[in-house]
């Protein structure tokens, strides 16, 4: 099976940068995804990394090492709205039965933005 | 505009009654999902559906049932057998089952079973 891990709570100061760790043990490891679901919405895609790296979008970066099993979330510049749970999710090739890739969620980490 | 609908946003429901969730997509995806979310935990898969007129267990099936007779249409039923059914219920849907893209969610229904 599948385990991920991430921080269950974290709290950051508006205007900082936060970085969220993820860390999963898989087999057939086929993408990494980033959502941010506010309280009582639906999950909303901010990032995906399947090769080893840094990807950058605007205030978001995702980073991704394959042999370390670990992923982070970068947060710039922090705003209020940016308050929310952040799900880490893990992508196995051929985890579904007809050959279809499986997506595993982390329990996700809450993020608290203060003044 | 496309996306995914699910209605209603909360529901509420007397014990041993079955109720069903709507779930429609208008981004012509060929897979379709239901998940729950509970406090505290990530979501789980329920089933899921690659095609119209087949679909698969996940994780959590026991207790719930999916028809898929049309391409947009993904309902879920929640019946009496499920034994602690008050969640909040996602539906996704994808491109290709098998393929790199993203899950797209819908904006989730709140059962309550009373």
């Known amino acids: 099976g599948q385990n991920i891990d991430q921080p269950t709570e974290m709290t950051a100061t508006e205007g900082a940068i936060v970085q969220i760790n993820c860390t999963y043990q898989t087999s057939g490891f086929n993408g990494l995804f980033w959502y941010q679901q506010h309280a009582g919405e639906a999950p909303t895609f901010l990032s995906y990394?399947?090769?080893?790296g840094l990807e950058e979008k605007g205030r978001f970066s995702s980073f991704l090492s394959r042999s370390k099993g670990y992923s982070y979330l970068l947060l710039k510049e922090l705003q209020m709205k940016d308050s929310a749970s952040y799900l880490c999710a893990v992508r196995t090739r051929g985890g579904l039965t007809g050959g279809g890739n499986k997506l595993t969620f982390g329990t996700g980490t809450q993020l608290k933005v203060e003044l | 505009d496309g996306g995914i609908t699910q209605s209603p946003k909360y529901l509420f429901r007397k014990e041993g009654q079955n109720v069903t969730l709507s779930c429609e997509q208008n981004l012509n995806h060929d897979a379709m999902y239901w998940y729950r979310q509970d406090p505290g935990q990530g979501l789980r898969l329920i089933y899921y559906s690659q095609i119209v007129n087949d679909f698969q267990k996940g994780d959590i099936a026991e207790g719930y049932s999916v028809s898929r007779e049309k391409k947009e249409s993904f309902p879920l039923t929640v019946t009496s057998a499920q034994k602690n059914p008050t969640a909040f219920y996602l539906c996704a849907s994808s491109l290709l089952l098998a393929g790199g893209n993203e899950q797209f969610f819908g904006p989730g229904t709140r059962l309550t079973v009373l």
């Open positions: 990394n399947v090769l080893d």
